[in-house]
């Protein structure tokens, strides 16, 4: 089954893709930025709010030894999650198209085969 | 989102936790009833799962000259309802402070409130705020994965403002601090979360909308007119 007005979805959002690496692009040659990221900047606010008084009082049980393994991590996250999505994707539309061969005549059937 | 272990003081952490815990409980309980009741919904549960896992993993620049990341949590709250969102979150955001030191332990209870618990909120209210206001599905599903992820970095925000409030100004100056750091960086990030949520909803549509009719996620009308639009 296809629903919506064929493609106009995905041209919407490969256009909003592309706005949104027009930004970083056009970010990227005003000035040097570091790129670091919010959360660790949150960080520096804490500093400067408490003067740089405040410690963690707990550390993190584990930290990965380098930046290397650390995307190794990040990057086995994203591999297992578009992993299933992918795999039940294409289960269903194997499903459906399962059901519609089965439901055509005969010719259709041997045709599809 | 992620507050980094040990950055919450007493007795933030504990409240936090203390919010979250029953929230998260009362989800497990409500995955675990749905999947007995309705095993159908299973393979969605897992999509929506991996969606999080997948952009929650990605860390984006934005126009400020930092990076943040996506939560994904919109997904799960438009089909699942933020209860059962919340189970999903706790997942990744446990994945993350054991292994990845993103967020922490200490610090889980104030991240699955904001990611799992507040985020998921608002997505699921300004979903079903969208469909009885007659917008179209996929703009109505734009907006609540949008919002869903900004509403999550201000909550943040605020959480960190409330446990550090500024000597002058109080707990308000340090939220407009915090603020500074999470809200503007977030906006296109969140609009293009929003954007690829509502591209993966459609494929999920296209192949099982007959499960999300009869879980009340979109009604059969809507997908009628969806049908009619690309016959």
């Not at chain 1, 049980?61 to 578009?82: D, H, K, N, R």
């Not at chain 2, 999947?35 to 799962?49: C, F, H, M, S, W």
């Not at chain 2, 209860?83 to 292994?99: M, P, R």
Request: aromatic content about 12%; glycine content about 10%; charged content about 10%.
């Amino acid at each position: 089954m296809k629903i919506g007005s064929g493609m106009k979805l995905e041209a919407i959002v490969l256009g909003l893709i592309m706005l949104f690496i027009a930004a970083f692009a056009y970010t990227a040659s005003t000035g040097n930025h570091d790129w670091s990221g919010a959360d660790s900047q949150a960080e520096g606010v804490i500093s400067d709010l408490t003067g740089g008084s405040y410690t963690p009082w707990y550390q993190s049980i584990y930290e990965p030894p380098s930046g290397e393994i650390e995307s190794l991590l990040f990057a086995l996250q994203a591999a297992v999650g578009s992993l299933i999505i992918g795999y039940f994707l294409g289960y269903y539309r194997a499903i459906a198209k399962a059901k519609a061969v089965s439901a055509a005549p005969d010719g259709d059937r041997k045709q599809d085969a | 989102m992620h507050i980094m272990e040990g950055f919450l003081p007493h007795p933030w952490w504990e409240i936090w936790f203390a919010l979250s815990l029953p929230v998260v409980a009362y989800g497990v309980h409500r995955m675990n009833r749905m999947i007995k009741d309705n095993r159908e919904t299973l393979p969605l549960l897992a999509v929506a799962g991996a969606f999080v896992f997948v952009l929650s993993s990605l860390k984006l620049p934005s126009v400020t000259g930092s990076c943040s990341h996506p939560t994904g949590t919109g997904m799960g709250s438009i089909i699942f309802g933020p209860w059962i969102t919340s189970v999903l979150a706790v997942i990744v955001l446990v994945y993350q402070a054991v292994f990845l030191a993103h967020g922490g332990l200490t610090t889980l209870g104030a991240n699955v409130f904001s990611m799992g618990i507040a985020g998921p909120m608002v997505g699921y209210l300004v979903y079903r705020a969208a469909m009885r206001s007659g917008l179209h599905l996929f703009l109505a599903v734009f907006l609540a994965a949008t919002l869903a992820d900004w509403a999550t970095y201000l909550v943040t925000a605020l959480q960190l403002a409330l446990a550090f409030p500024a000597a002058s100004g109080g707990a308000y100056a340090s939220f407009e601090a915090f603020a500074a750091v999470f809200a503007i960086t977030q906006v296109p990030l969140a609009a293009v979360e929003g954007a690829v949520t509502a591209l993966m909803f459609k494929y999920i549509v296209e192949l099982r909308s007959d499960v999300l009719v009869r879980m009340n996620v979109v009604s059969a009308k809507a997908v009628a007119v969806l049908k009619e639009a690309a016959a």
